[in-house]
């Protein structure tokens, strides 16, 4: 049974940092597609970054660019969303999920994530 487990969410002032982990277990394969996605009260789930866990690039939506950066511990199976001048509009329950595609050219999809976790809550006061 795969699981997928986020934590590190919590409550920053504006232009501080956070670092969310999502640990997966019980996955068949030892290197696969994984994103980070959030939501935020009354608006769609959105993907924020995407990689392959077996090496290449990461993508990232325009948003978080220059901000964000997704880190992994292949010994721990255990994947980081580094998350840098956090502005208020980052606010949003956020994602990590099994992908069954990605692309290192544009963010990964919610139709795309087949394995969820059950979120972690970022809140970015101003």
């Known amino acids: 049974q795969v699981q997928v487990a986020e934590s590190g969410g919590g409550s920053v002032q504006a232009g501080g940092s956070l670092r969310l982990s999502c640990a997966v277990s019980g996955y068949t394969y030892s290197n696969y597609c994984m994103g980070w996605f959030r939501q935020a009260p009354g608006k769609e789930r959105e993907g924020v970054a995407g990689?392959?866990?077996?090496?290449?690039?990461?993508s990232y939506a325009d948003s978080v660019k220059g901000r964000f950066t997704f880190a992994q511990d292949n010994a721990n199976n255990t994947l980081y969303l580094h998350m840098n001048s956090l502005k208020p509009e980052d606010t949003a329950m956020y994602y990590c999920a099994v992908l069954t595609y990605c692309s290192p050219l544009t963010p990964p999809r919610v139709t795309d994530a087949n394995y969820w976790g059950q979120g972690t809550q970022v809140t970015v006061s101003s």
């Open positions: 990689t392959y866990t077996g090496g290449g690039s990461t």
